[in-house]
């Protein structure tokens, strides 16, 4: 497929001007992160008039200002609609209530966070771009997704498209990479030899940063809540500017989809949005049509837009699989001890990870990580995706307090990837590295929300959802609870590319 790598960079009015749009489009994309993004540039290309709808909205990156707060420094607008900044081991701090940049759910015994910006998790993630072990992801996807289609075709495209690649090795010998040498040199004394991992980060731009010459913040270890200065590839410098250049894609920023049903005498989709302030509170709301929808709003709001479509009655005929076999990814945060020297600050890009199929009670990718707290101190972070494949929540809608809502996810099902986490730590530490025991956050955490419209049960093998024709799913609801040990980004942009492919190549 001829394609366009890079689209520059990515410029929107401040408002979303929902009063200016359009009513009625051939194509509506809901969210634009690796999904959405995936979507809105085939669909561009393809000649498809498309709107794409974001919630959040897109942040200009500046050389020397800090656009975005950090875990150490949390302001308001890190945060999706919050009273409190809290994520994982933060401490709660009161902030004010606006359309920020991650929502955190607490969904029972786990804390999920779900992106709310344009270019979705590809903001806040750390640019991790691996694939899924085939083994894994043959056992838990159906037959008629295959893997050696994606290894083939979809993998590589998406790589080449967000600039995917390894650290070089003048930034690895740099200080603010002095972790990511000792916990590489750490498990390969423990019998684990790590191997390099693709990220998706600008190394330029990383230089640029050690030299001086941008402020620090990819070095410092700031990521989860974006990087300032531009220094990861997201999505706003590559689909998504390369979607706008086709001349079909429109993007409305902070625009949220409350709801959708079916269109007027049963036809195409209706859309009920609202139009966020960016300093807070609703200043417009209307209704929107298309022939063919989308929904791209990230697994937990995809998820919640379905259930309550079909418990309400706006879409009664979606099937009994919808909001099923949602999972965490088997995610998991460690913090050890380490006897020696960690830098004076931790970069956030990953250098090297390890897989460890067997001996810890789940096969788990073990990755090189960072955390902004510890610059200076003797602390080695680690963080693990396990290949989970019993635990598993669902989503159904609460008609009393009228929200869709996980109640079955307890502290539990967290329990057997940090069983697993801890004890690969524990085991590092034993082989000869004198230091405390490992740390866990006191709350079960996902960054990698999976599952809730799961491929083969609520859509088709390629996202078309069960009981309507125009209706799609293309995003991380579509990966059944997990990414078969991997960071999901690489495999939910795949999934989107070949959904993508197969729809238009018939018609829909």
């Not at 040498?181 to 600008?202: C, E, H, S, V, W």
């Amino acid at each position: 497929m001829a394609t366009v790598k890079r689209g520059g960079a990515l410029h929107l009015d401040p408002d979303g001007e929902i009063q200016g749009i359009s009513e009625t489009h051939r194509a509506i994309v809901i969210g634009s992160g690796f999904g959405g993004a995936v979507a809105a540039l085939r669909l561009g290309e393809a000649g498809v008039s498309t709107l794409v709808l974001e919630r959040g909205r897109h942040w200009e990156y500046s050389a020397t200002e800090q656009v975005f707060g950090n875990e150490l420094t949390p302001v308001s607008e890190m945060f999706w609609q919050h009273d409190f900044a809290v994520w994982l081991t933060m401490q709660p701090t009161l902030i004010d209530r606006m359309p920020g940049l991650m929502e955190v759910v607490l969904a029972g015994g786990i804390q999920i966070g779900a992106a709310a910006c344009v270019g979705g998790g590809s903001v806040v993630y750390a640019g991790v771009t691996v694939q899924p072990r085939r083994r894994y992801f043959e056992a838990l996807f159906p037959a008629g997704v295959r893997y050696d289609e994606l290894d083939r075709v979809h993998f590589p495209r998406v790589r080449e498209m967000l600039s995917a690649s390894y650290m070089p090795d003048d930034i690895y010998a740099a200080d603010p990479f002095t972790h990511s040498r000792a916990f590489d040199a750490q498990l390969k004394r423990a019998g684990f030899p790590t191997t390099p991992i693709r990220t998706t980060f600008n190394w330029s731009r990383v230089r640029g940063e050690l030299a001086g010459r941008l402020r620090p913040s990819s070095v410092i270890g700031e990521s989860s809540f974006g990087n300032s200065n531009g220094a990861k590839n997201d999505l706003t410098q590559n689909y998504l500017p390369a979607a706008l250049a086709t001349g079909n894609v429109r993007i409305s920023q902070l625009t949220e989809v409350t709801s959708i049903t079916t269109g007027p005498g049963g036809r195409g989709y209706t859309v009920r949005v609202v139009q966020h302030a960016p300093g807070g509170g609703v200043v417009a709301s209307r209704e929107l049509h298309c022939e063919l929808l989308f929904l791209a709003a990230g697994s937990v709001n995809t998820t919640r837009l379905l259930v309550r479509a079909r418990d309400t009655g706006e879409l009664p005929e979606l099937n009994e699989h919808v909001g099923t076999n949602w999972g965490g990814n088997g995610d998991a945060f460690v913090y050890r001890g380490f006897d020696g020297a960690t830098g004076a600050s931790q970069g956030a890009p990953c250098a090297s990870a390890v897989f460890v199929d067997d001996g810890f009670g789940m096969p788990m990718r073990v990755e090189n990580w960072y955390a902004l707290a510890f610059g200076g101190e003797p602390y080695l972070s680690q963080f693990s995706v396990a290949v989970d494949m019993d635990n598993r929540g669902t989503w159904t809608y609460d008609r009393a307090s009228d929200q869709v809502k996980m109640l079955d996810w307890g502290p539990e099902k967290n329990a057997a990837p940090e069983a697993a986490a801890a004890a690969f730590s524990q085991l590092v530490i034993g082989r000869g590295m004198a230091a405390p025991s490992p740390v866990l956050p006191p709350t079960g955490g996902t960054a990698h929300p999976l599952g809730g419209c799961p491929i083969g049960a609520a859509t088709d093998l390629y996202g078309r959802v069960a009981g309507y024709r125009g209706l799609y799913a293309v995003d991380g609801s579509l990966v059944p609870g997990n990414a078969g040990g991997a960071n999901p980004s690489l495999l939910i942009a795949g999934l989107a590319e070949r959904a993508m492919d197969d729809i238009l190549a018939n018609g829909g």
